[in-house]
């Protein structure tokens, strides 16, 4: 989290990261490929193939 800014406190990061993840969820941008306590974030395969 060092790369967001330091007006941030630790929750705040934490709740920024949390919800750009979900609003690339769903928008079909990355899935999830590990589990709920111990998630592993991927391109999806239409995204993967553009890059």
């Known amino acids: 989290m060092d790369k967001l800014s330091d007006a ?3 929750k ?3 709740n920024k990261i949390s ?3 979900t609003r690339l ?7 999830n490929t590990g589990s709920d306590t ?3 974030w991927r ?3 239409r995204i993967a193939k553009r890059n």
């Open 8 to 10: 941030l406190d630790d």
């Open 12 to 14: 705040q990061k934490s």
């Open 19 to 21: 919800s750009l993840l």
């Open 25 to 31: 969820r769903r928008r079909g941008m990355i899935v």
């Open 38 to 40: 111990a998630p592993c």
């Open 43 to 45: 391109l999806t395969e």
